[in-house]
């Protein structure tokens, strides 16, 4: 048997003005880290388990030199 999904409105909230305040928030808390540009570091998730560090080196190299990196398995 398949029933229709009907969403229950559990705030008085408009979608807009919930959408708009869970941005500020995520807004507000981002206040104090530091941008790719200030650190220098960025993170990849999700590779396959067969990528190697040399793929990753031809990957990025285009964008600048590597000061070091990790796999971690």
Request: glycine share 2%; net charge negative.
């Amino acid at each position: 048997m398949v029933t229709k999904y009907v969403a229950k409105n559990t705030s008085s909230k408009t979608a807009t003005e919930w959408d708009w305040t869970k941005w500020k928030d995520q807004e507000e808390s981002l206040r104090n880290e530091e941008t790719i540009a200030e650190s220098g570091r960025i993170f990849v998730r999700n590779l396959a388990y067969t990528v190697t560090e040399d793929d990753i080196e031809q990957l990025f190299s285009k964008f600048g030199e590597f000061s070091s990196y990790v796999i971690h398995q």
